[in-house]
DNA sequence: TAGATTGTTAATCGATTAACAATC
DNA sequence: TAGATTGTTAATCGATTAACAATC
């Protein structure tokens, strides 16, 4: 049985939140206490663990190591999987250290990049290839996510390509709308479209 | 009246798309082509544009560039805001990239960073300042956007200065949740939490 | 008139939250 | 028992979309 998409966001989060608490050395968590550190509504994490399947007790809350280990079960479905980042600018570097720096369950595998001076290099342990090695890349090394960037190819040629060789799910961080087949999931953050709705909410 | 979140973004993608469309010089466009270009249901595009007050015609459709002024005036409130980005790493150098070569409401008037090789410099006719001119820059340019990405300071004390020198909108890029004051408005996009949900989704 | 399109309402669907029973 | 918390249902709210009248 599928998750909500919000339900996801949030399990993830407080697994993240959940792996630094640990050092606490306290071994159960109330879920006000979980909401208050989420700025969000206990409710939300009962009905959210509810639907994990995860319970609580009612004098000491949940148990934090169980919690951590439930969600990661649910959410990494066993393994972790392997992705890559296409387009090595500002955008795609920003992401690579936020996965190099970050225990998840997505490893970035292969960096795909027109530059002379990425391609053939390696950051944070990752090599960075051109952009002709991409489908012998993405089959070799059996990467099924991939995080777009602006490329200086064109994204609808580089998309088509990347889903015959098995790219499932997307990350589109570009401003170009893309056309996907049934069966691949797409995620999309245009960061234009975030600053114009803070600019008209910001004064409402 | 204030539109609905949604409303807004779409809005704010219909007329960066129209801005291109218009120089094919067709002067009129329907909603179904302006839905298949955004991979959206054309019931959208007029709905969003009743709720604007924008009305077409049925022979010719929407008049392109009545349409995109008739947004600019209801998205940008008259003139465009001055916003500033706090922590020069990849992602702040990925947003101003974006906001340099983009025309926007929006109008990155500063930067603010911790590292020596940036402060002091301009980037894209930009200026960037240390950390302790955050205060005085932002009353004196009248900022009131700020796009927040991971810096060395620590965040709340940073959010708590740049609300009480006059910010009201925050794009937060970081991974930590923020606790606002009514009145400001708040935008969040956590890239590890979208790939999280990428790998869930896409397996599903 | 027939066909295509706009404009609008009502139905549907998902997400949030209020309410409350059950339990410790 | 009283008080706090979990677990769950039902109500509410916002976003999407189906349906259709009005218009060219």
Do not use: W
Request: glycine letters at 6%.
């Amino acid at each position: 049985m599928t998750l909500p998409e919000k339900t996801v966001e949030r399990l993830s989060q407080y697994r993240q939140l959940l792996m630094r608490y640990k050092y606490l050395d306290k071994p159960h968590i109330f879920s006000k206490d979980l909401a208050r550190m989420l700025r969000i509504n206990p409710v939300h994490v009962r009905r959210d663990l509810m639907l994990l399947g995860f319970s609580g007790s009612h004098s000491k809350g949940y148990d934090v190591q169980k919690l951590i280990d439930s969600i990661a079960i649910k959410l990494e479905c066993g393994a972790g999987k392997n992705g890559c980042i296409i387009g090595f600018g500002h955008t795609g570097r920003a992401a690579l250290e936020i996965f190099a720096e970050n225990f998840t369950p997505i490893k970035i595998v292969a960096i795909f990049d027109t530059s002379a001076k990425s391609v053939n290099n390696t950051f944070y342990g990752t090599p960075c290839y051109s952009m002709d090695k991409l489908a012998n890349v993405i089959e070799e090394k059996k990467i099924t996510l991939a995080l777009l960037t602006e490329a200086d190819e064109d994204l609808e040629t580089i998309k088509d390509l990347i889903i015959a060789c098995g790219i499932i799910g997307i990350l589109n961080l570009t401003h170009v709308k893309l056309d996907l087949p049934g069966g691949v999931y797409l995620e999309e953050f245009d960061l234009r479209t975030a600053m114009i709705k803070l600019a008209y909410f910001s004064t409402q």
